[in-house]
């Protein structure tokens, strides 16, 4: 947990140019929502429900699922889309900025958490970590099992108790 903080705190020093902006966003969505490295790249303009805070989130098994959008994370996807994302034809949230406009890959969000750990001070770890902490804090701070498998939408609780055993092991 403070390893993330700190990788968010030199993350939030950032946001100065354009792909501080992004990967800014993208380190939010994977910390604070859980996203998997590919549903983050997946990320579609239209999947984004500004007004009731909502984001559609196509998951493992192509399932399609709503999450809130808290305001920290949807904060950051705003400044990016106003400050920074290239005028481009793809409906794809992140993209390159060279060259312009090309949707990020599952690869290239993994190489923004790399690139995040580096500049942090940090061992090199990789975006499912992320997801990991995610639930194992949940976990630590008394949240059921239940509702860390909702929030990590696990179809099954025997995926989540795997980060139970984790916690225990902590």
């Known amino acids: 947990a403070a390893d993330l903080e700190r990788l968010l705190d030199v993350a939030k020093r950032w946001r100065f140019s354009a792909t501080e902006r992004r990967d800014y966003a993208v380190l939010l969505l994977l910390t ?56 481009c034809m793809t409906r794809s949230v992140f993209t390159t900025l060279r060259p312009p406009g090309r949707p990020l890959s599952a690869g290239a969000i993994g190489h923004i958490v790399g690139s995040a750990c580096q500049s942090a001070g940090l061992n090199r770890i990789g975006a499912h970590r992320l997801r990991h902490t995610l639930a194992t804090e949940m976990l630590r701070a008394g949240a059921p099992l239940q509702e860390g498998g909702q929030v990590l939408r696990h179809r099954s609780e025997r995926s989540t108790a795997i980060y139970a055993k984790v916690d225990e092991c902590a």
């Open 32 to 87: 604070r929502l859980g996203l998997r490295r590919g549903e983050d790249a997946a990320l579609r303009l239209d999947y984004i429900d500004w007004r009731a805070a909502e984001l559609t989130i196509v998951g493992k098994g192509q399932r399609v699922e709503r999450l809130p959008l808290p305001a920290e994370p949807g904060e950051a996807i705003a400044a990016w889309l106003v400050d920074g994302r290239p005028e």
